[in-house]
């Protein structure tokens, strides 16, 4: 899984980020509600675990905020507020779940194991479009415009990560680990070899461009420019 941690406590937030990876999790952390936003609306997890108390946008409002743009990635609260009014009104402000502190971990990746696995079907969507660009899952095959687009199985693997995050920056860590099954840096070009092929063959001969470098961050499939 891919988790964001929102924990303005760096002690314990690092704690938790290394406990997760220990169960073979990746997981970022923000120290508070505004870098959650930001990466919380620039990225996809799978699960997102929100601390309540937060400075500059406390945790029910920021999962307001996902919940009213249309964010639907499973939202755990951590909260040492354990009445039942307070888990009420974490549950009704958007979140999935809710774990009174102090905790202990394995109960916390029980519990997001569970939400992972409750938010997992849209992960079974067999055919991707981007405009009129379409990817089928099952029977392995591009088209843009009605033409077919021959792609190696990489380019494939590469083309369904990106359409899987339409319209969100893809950063280079996320191809590593997603695409290449690498979990460090190789410090090659395998990524912009293998984008600009893409590019190539997605792009070329076409009137609008739908795969976009954005520089300093990342890259990103959508319809239109911006």
Do not use: C
Request: overall charge negative; proline content about 4%.
């Amino acid at each position: 899984m891919k988790l964001l941690i929102v924990e303005d406590d760096r002690e314990a937030a690092a704690y938790v980020v290394k406990a997760f990876a220990e169960a073979g999790h990746v997981a970022d952390h923000a120290a508070d509600g505004v870098d959650a936003y930001e990466l919380a609306t620039g990225q996809t997890y799978d699960v997102l675990v929100v601390d309540r108390m937060l400075p500059k946008l406390d945790g029910l409002s920021l999962i307001g905020r996902l919940r009213a743009e249309g964010a639907k990635t499973p939202v755990l609260i951590l909260s040492a507020l354990g009445q039942v009014d307070d888990r009420v009104q974490g549950l009704r402000a958007g979140g999935d779940d809710y774990l009174t502190k102090p905790y202990a971990f394995a109960e916390l990746l029980a519990r997001v194991e569970a939400l992972s696995r409750r938010g997992g079907p849209a992960a079974t969507e067999t055919v991707y479009r981007i405009g009129e660009l379409e990817l089928d899952r099952l029977s392995h095959t591009v088209t843009r415009g009605g033409q077919d687009i021959p792609l190696q199985p990489r380019e494939f693997r590469l083309l369904e990560y990106l359409m899987r995050n339409a319209g969100q920056v893809v950063t280079r860590t996320m191809l590593l680990e997603n695409v290449w099954d690498y979990h460090f840096d190789p410090q090659t070009n395998v990524i912009d070899v293998h984008v600009s092929r893409l590019r190539s063959k997605i792009d070329k001969g076409f009137d609008k461009p739908l795969l976009h470098t954005v520089r300093g961050a990342g890259y990103m499939i959508r319809d239109g420019a911006r």
